[in-house]
């Protein structure tokens, strides 16, 4: 037999066939084999939903930003709006009654007429908020204001509990508690930093900081003490 390089075809005809058959034998290592077309399908079928969910992921979180970000906008230019429309006031106090207990510390008691002037904003007073009795720049006492809340345009009493420092007590003072002969006038001065929250029915629109300075002149720090005058002034914060 003769041999054959690697690699030929074999064209040798075959005595059992007809002379014009031929049988074509190719060698095992150069036989290539090609997936089938529904391969590529199927690759591309679990490919493509993979990049269909990360598109879809991106447009959702950018409507969602959009979305917040429409919403940040419109609530700032409906607060704009309703700060210009009802534009809300700081409350009117008035000292209505003083008392004075206990002389060698004295306790301060003051009874207070508290205004709302808007009539569409309600005010919530948190209960933190200091108060303080002052006599010629000097404080002669401190205490808190309590919790308060106004609808529009309500008017209420409230106490205010001021008590003495453990300083000792100006002279001024002194003779206006003890003197029992003559109504001794003394012209003191209340200060107030209170926080209001501002509402519109359920709206929480505004935090503000109220400080409230009221000069008052009373008859007497001892018993039957009578305001003679008062000027309170609240500027907001």
Same mark, same amino acid.
């Given at each position: 037999?003769?041999?054959?390089?690697?690699?030929? !075809?074999?064209?040798?005809?075959?005595?059992?066939?007809?002379?014009?058959?031929?049988?074509?034998?190719?060698?095992?290592?150069?036989?290539?084999?090609?997936?089938?077309?529904?391969?590529?399908?199927?690759?591309?079928?679990?490919?493509?939903?993979?990049?269909?969910?990360?598109?879809?992921?991106?447009?959702?979180?950018?409507?969602? #930003?959009?979305? !917040?970000?429409?919403?940040?906008?419109? #609530?700032?230019?409906?607060?704009?709006?309703?700060?210009?429309?009802?534009?809300?006031? /700081?409350?009117?106090?008035?000292?209505?009654?003083?008392?004075?207990?206990?002389?060698?510390?004295?306790?301060?008691? *003051?009874?207070? =007429?508290?205004?709302?002037?808007?009539?569409?904003?309600?005010?919530?007073?948190?209960?933190?908020?200091?108060?303080?009795? !002052?006599?010629?720049?000097?404080?002669?006492?401190? /205490?808190? *204001?309590?919790?308060?809340?106004?609808? /529009?345009?309500?008017?209420?009493?409230?106490? #205010?509990? !001021?008590?003495?420092?453990?300083?000792?007590?100006?002279?001024?003072?002194?003779?206006?508690?003890?003197? =029992? %002969?003559?109504?001794?006038?003394?012209?003191?001065?209340?200060?107030?930093?209170?926080?209001?929250?501002?509402?519109? /029915?359920?709206?929480?629109?505004?935090? %503000?900081?109220?400080?409230?300075?009221?000069?008052? =002149?009373?008859?007497?720090?001892?018993?039957?003490? %009578?305001?003679?005058?008062? %000027?309170?002034?609240?500027?907001?914060?």
């Amino acid at each position: 037999s003769v041999s054959r390089p690697v690699g030929s !075809l074999d064209l040798t005809p075959e005595e059992d066939y007809d002379s014009n058959t031929y049988v074509v034998q190719v060698p095992k290592d150069q036989i290539y084999r090609v997936p089938p077309p529904e391969n590529a399908r199927i690759v591309e079928k679990y490919r493509n939903p993979m990049n269909k969910r990360r598109n879809s992921c991106c447009t959702r979180v950018c409507w969602i #930003i959009l979305v !917040l970000f429409v919403i940040g906008i419109s #609530i700032g230019i409906t607060l704009v709006i309703l700060h210009k429309v009802y534009s809300p006031k /700081g409350a009117i106090l008035f000292i209505a009654d003083v008392h004075v207990k206990n002389q060698s510390r004295p306790r301060y008691e *003051f009874t207070m =007429k508290v205004k709302n002037p808007n009539e569409n904003v309600a005010i919530s007073y948190e209960n933190d908020g200091d108060a303080f009795l !002052l006599l010629k720049k000097k404080k002669l006492a401190s /205490g808190k *204001f309590p919790q308060l809340e106004q609808e /529009g345009g309500d008017s209420r009493n409230v106490r #205010i509990t !001021l008590t003495g420092s453990n300083t000792v007590v100006p002279d001024e003072v002194s003779k206006s508690m003890h003197d =029992k %002969k003559t109504e001794r006038a003394v012209s003191l001065q209340l200060e107030m930093n209170l926080k209001g929250e501002m509402n519109i /029915g359920f709206l929480n629109l505004w935090s %503000k900081d109220m400080h409230v300075v009221c000069d008052f =002149k009373v008859s007497t720090l001892r018993t039957g003490t %009578k305001v003679l005058s008062q %000027k309170c002034d609240t500027q907001i914060k």
